[in-house]
């Protein structure tokens, strides 16, 4: 008797023994001198050993699957093109991880994209759909542990989603090509948005294509002006994408390069103007004149006519390119035209030198001597001539 308590009490040392040296291993067979157990695990958590000098027990440990998820929460309705979030959660008996499996048409499917990364038992899961088409959408849930067993599908939600297309893609934005840095810079754009939707734009100021500013909303085809200016002198790329009231948003826009450099300087000074520097009062006479602008700026052009009027500013032309712009004296006398330049940012520049003109003024006839020649068309030709009659 006390033999077989001992031989017992060996057996029992054995497989302590074992167990301890080997905590990764539920088996109750004595291990191998000669290499460590492959091991493998299989869907139904069931542990073995292939090493077939093992005389393998298999002791099936018992994994519950994730209880069923809630039915998800989110919106019931909806339109085409616009991300809605939804939301469910659900535990695992085991305290194991889980990920959820998103069913959209209730065929108890699941697509291979439509999983989740795996989270902790009993947190909520968000997802973010975007509906393409129009239609009536089923959704619904599975969870899956760790271990692969997986729970029922959830309750399902449905969804009704319409039609409704984005804006059309926005016009190039128009404005300045080039400027100076801290100087605020107008720039245009106008879409349409084919559901007659009101539209809001978002503005990409330099060219990441991620939208540094949105605007409120304008109805479908208004223009849409705004004003930006730059901290740092660079090329910038500006373009801009148009959004609707349900949230649906175009492409960007082609872009518009803008210079801006760290320093403005002024035109230089205009070349005198050239043109009649005789002529009579009540004609229109053109005069020209040209100029550049150190930083190639667009340039304006303003003629002081020296009889109290000026051209006002016209323009933009480029730098470099020819200005003529035309005046009528009303009375005689000596003038000098003289012209100034500025560039796009309203920077003038000095006026050019003057060019000196005359108009002589008209004598005083006598006006019964003029009808006299107007009745009688043909005597005094030459002096007709002279008078313009």
């Known amino acids: 008797m006390r033999k077989k308590i001992i031989g017992i009490f060996v057996c ?38 292939s090493d077939p000098m093992f005389e393998t027990h298999c002791i099936i440990l018992n994994n519950t699957p994730p209880n069923t998820p809630n039915k998800p929460s989110g919106p019931i309705s909806g339109i085409t093109c616009i991300w809605y979030p939804y939301f469910t959660y ?17 065929d108890g499917i699941v697509n291979e994209d439509n999983w989740t990364p795996f989270h902790p038992s009993g947190v909520m899961c968000n997802v973010w759909i975007l509906f393409a088409y129009p239609g009536t959408y089923y959704l619904s849930v599975i969870a899956e542990d760790i271990n692969g067993a997986q729970s029922n599908f959830s309750p399902t939600l449905t969804v ?7 804006p059309n893609t926005p016009n190039r934005p128009s404005g300045y090509s080039s400027g100076t840095v801290g100087t605020p810079y107008t720039y245009s754009t106008y879409t349409t948005d084919f559901d007659g939707n009101n539209i809001k734009y978002g503005w990409d100021w330099d060219g990441d294509s991620i939208v540094d500013e949105w605007t409120g909303f304008h109805s479908s085809g208004s223009a849409c002006s705004v004003s930006h200016s730059w901290p740092s002198a660079d090329t910038y790329y500006v373009k801009v994408k148009a959004e609707d009231v349900y949230g649906a948003q175009s492409g960007f826009s082609s872009a518009l390069t803008v210079v801006i450099s760290s320093e ?83 920077l003038e520049g000095v006026w050019s030198d003057p060019l000196p003109i005359s108009m002589p003024k008209n004598k005083a006839i006598n006006t019964s001597f003029l009808d006299f020649l107007e009745n009688h068309p043909h005597m005094f030709p030459i002096l007709r001539y002279i008078l313009e009659l």
């Open 90 to 106: 659900t535990t695992d008996p085991d305290g194991d991880y889980v990920k959820y499996g998103w069913d959209f048409n209730g």
């Open 160 to 166: 009704v989603i319409s039609d409704n297309m984005p």
């Open 12 to 49: 029992m040392l054995l497989i302590l023994s074992f167990a301890i040296s080997s905590p990764g291993t539920h088996t109750t067979s004595t291990p191998s001198l000669e290499k460590n157990p492959i091991m493998k695990m299989y869907d139904d958590h069931t542990i073995v050993t």
């Open 264 to 346: 403005n300087h002024p035109p230089e000074k205009p070349v005198r103007p050239s043109g009649s520097t005789h002529g009579k009062v009540g004609v229109s006479y053109s005069y020209e004149s040209l100029t550049t602008d150190p930083d190639g700026d667009h340039i304006y052009y303003m003629f002081d006519w020296d009889d109290g009027t000026t051209s006002g500013w016209k323009g933009p032309y480029n730098s470099g390119d020819i200005v003529s712009v035309s005046h009528i004296w009303n009375v005689g006398g000596s003038y000098a035209i003289k012209v100034k330049a500025k560039d796009s940012h309203d």
